[in-house]
């Protein structure tokens, strides 16, 4: 036995021991330690900032890009900012205990379904700090025992935040395993912990595709993640081409680089040779380099519009960049999109019930709009209060994961002594 | 690329490309489908018994014992007994396109959870040709698209079953690829189908642990499963006797072959000098063998007790045998049930209401019973019509699977333009 396979098991053991109280643990007990977390974030500034400024001088030498440090960076500012997520999820109703759903068998017996947490997880993730106290209370408020392992780089800063979220479980006596910051930047840690599929749940990364393919590839734990954001925008022929066009602009452009940014427009054919010519001029006014098939090229004459190669339709660019392409028909369209989509988030802009409808059953994905931005695939946006993460699997949560994604259920059965004949 | 890997390939890839038409499928067509199939079943009786006798022939030449070529036998009445089952699943709500719950944002964005089919399902089965039409039948109703591998000694009855399914499909205009059955017993084909992910979206296993190990081990596509089936039965101070050895002799001698029968009895201390000894010899009057901890062998002297080890409260022993321990108070019994049990289903006997509300909550098992059989953790006992199995997985369906527990949900936003500022 190496040392990372000790202390792997170790971490999985000890969340696992810790888990039954937290899962029994009541709204008040929860939100009870969220509120001394809020308060310790702030009486514990000083240090945490501290820890931070280390981080960051380290990063520096190692020579991380503005763009990294700027994550990495934990400012007075920022730091509110945790503190009134703290206090957010303190205020969301818990779901613990919840019941979905029941009835009564006509032998008597009073079925229901319990919503109940999902025990241990590992949330794994890159260099920004803000997630170790946002995954965190999102876990401690769903009943959830959870270890935390961030990048290298904000080592310091999470062992500072980890000291914070202790002696918060302390204080409410919780078990301060409940939550476990991992100190150790050991890269052979994590494969280790990987395959305890006997202690851990699941596991939730959050970060580049490269990190969640290195995960699927050695996990033997069940993982909730989307790989790719590959969201397209579906202009039908029925589409008031006002509102297209703002969508479209705000799907590539409000922020390009996250997940449910649009990477390809689909136009109709019929209404091609009117809305095209617009919205590739406003998309350029936008700095967006725009890459069309060769319907496209043809309408769009006298503009600047590069050829889309077969590779466009499957990539998920997360720059100022849009794939553009001519359909026939609703059919072709929705073929596209569950080819080469990613089963994230769709969008189609149209006046037609039929062709909404359609679009709404037929497209394989984890959110379909109906004449709204894709960019409002989010936890917040859908009233969730607050996000774990995004998921494309179809087994479990799907979508923005929130809370009630924390959980799955148990069914409950009770008689005065049914036997079965 | 070896004849399997091609194999695999074009099963995976033509049960993907038919999946969309059965996922859009009406109640009406797929209704119509299990129609025709329950009159195919019945016309082709003649050609399926007659394969079914080469199976049972070529059975006994390769040695099955007696209770294998059994389950392994159809006659008439097995028939008739799959028709009606396809009758009745052609009876329940189709629940494809069901709304789970919906709300309006601030902003009159309007928010549903539709559920939607799995997609594409491999499920693996023993001997007992009859899974084969109830899977399918199952599949069929939750707009999944299937492919059925069956044990190798079921072959020829398992194809000509195949044939009336195509024969169903293609008579209401559903590709007959929606349903394929495997034609080879290669055991080679498994490990290159559990590889495509791409293809495939969830795995159901319905076999002995062996099999269902070695699938876990090799897949890389998500498993609906459970393991074992350690089922406990509580019985608490606050416990009526009577209900208790009612539930007792019914969870453990009903049928003691299947996952739900009870294989462990935690009887609470204070009452543990009144209810062993009736509870014990009327186990032994049922021919069950009883090994029990140091207080039960006490308490029970004069009676024939084997000693219970360690390994007994980690086995299922699917037979008529039992291992019974006393506990000092519901935490321990609670505390047991959650080290040693497969979380599968677990009793309470009580008429203390805080006893049963902390079990119910603190035990983290798919069914909680309170005061009933263990036996009622079953797919039909629940009211959800058939099963496709039971699960012991927390992501996703959990307990008794049925047709809502093959399909998932995605997320509906409807607006007029909506854009994110």
Redesign the interface.
């Known amino acids: 036995m190496n040392k990372n396979h000790t202390q792997a098991l170790q971490l999985a053991a000890a969340a696992r021991e810790a888990a039954?109280a937290i899962?029994?643990a009541n709204s008040g007990q929860k939100n009870g330690a969220l509120a001394v977390l809020a308060k310790k974030l702030i009486s514990n500034a000083a240090s945490i900032l501290k820890a931070n400024e280390k981080d960051l001088k380290e990063g520096q030498k190692a020579g991380l890009t503005a763009a990294m440090l700027d994550r990495l960076k934990i400012d007075q500012k920022r730091l509110e900012a945790m503190v009134t997520g703290v206090q957010q999820i303190a205020m969301l109703p818990d779901p613990v205990?919840g019941i979905i759903d029941g009835?009564i068998?006509p032998n008597g017996?009073r079925?229901s379904r319990?919503r109940?947490p999902?025990?241990v997880g590992l949330i794994i993730f890159e260099s920004r700090p803000n997630v170790t106290i946002d995954a965190a209370a999102l876990c401690l408020k769903s009943g959830n025992s959870v270890i935390l392992r961030g990048g290298k780089e904000a080592i310091h800063t999470n062992i500072a935040l980890g000291r914070c979220l202790s002696d918060s479980l302390k204080n409410v006596g919780l078990p301060p395993e409940c939550v476990q910051v991992i100190k150790t930047t050991d890269r052979e840690l994590l494969p280790e912990l990987l395959v305890l599929n006997r202690y851990i749940?699941?596991v939730i990364p959050r970060g580049g595709k490269g990190l969640i393919e290195a995960i699927m590839k050695y996990s033997k734990i069940?993982v909730?993640k989307h790989l790719d954001g590959i969201c397209h925008v579906y202009v039908d022929m029925e589409a008031?081409l006002?509102?297209a066009k703002?969508?479209v602009?705000?799907?590539k452009t409000?922020r390009p680089g996250v997940c449910n940014a649009a990477e390809t427009l689909l136009v109709h054919k019929n209404i091609a040779r009117k809305f095209l010519p617009i919205i590739v001029k406003e998309l350029k006014k936008a700095k967006v380099e725009v890459r069309g098939d060769d319907a496209v090229k043809n309408i769009c004459k006298g503009i600047a519009v590069k050829p889309a190669t077969q590779e466009d339709w499957a990539t998920e660019y997360l720059d100022l960049v849009i794939s553009v392409g001519v359909v026939n028909n609703l059919d072709q369209a929705i073929q596209h999109i569950?080819t080469y989509g990613s089963h994230h988030t769709d969008a189609i802009i149209t006046q037609d019930v039929d062709a909404?409808t359609r679009f709404?059953?037929?497209v394989?994905?984890?959110?379909?709009?109906?004449?709204?931005?894709t960019?409002?695939?989010d936890g917040f946006?859908?009233?969730l209060g607050a996000e774990i993460g995004i998921s494309t699997?179809?087994?479990?949560a799907?979508?923005?994961v929130g809370l009630e994604g924390l959980t799955?259920?148990?069914?409950?059965?009770?008689?005065?002594?049914?036997?079965?004949?």
Chains 1, 2 share one sequence.
């Open positions: 039954p899962a029994r205990g009835t068998r017996l079925l319990m109940v999902l025990g749940d699941y069940p909730i008031d006002e509102i703002n969508i602009l705000n799907a409000q569950n909404a709404k059953r037929e394989d994905s984890s959110s379909v709009m109906v004449n709204a931005s960019r409002f695939a946006e859908y009233g699997d179809k087994l479990h799907r979508g923005p799955t259920y148990k069914w409950i059965v009770e008689g005065e002594g049914q036997i079965r004949v």
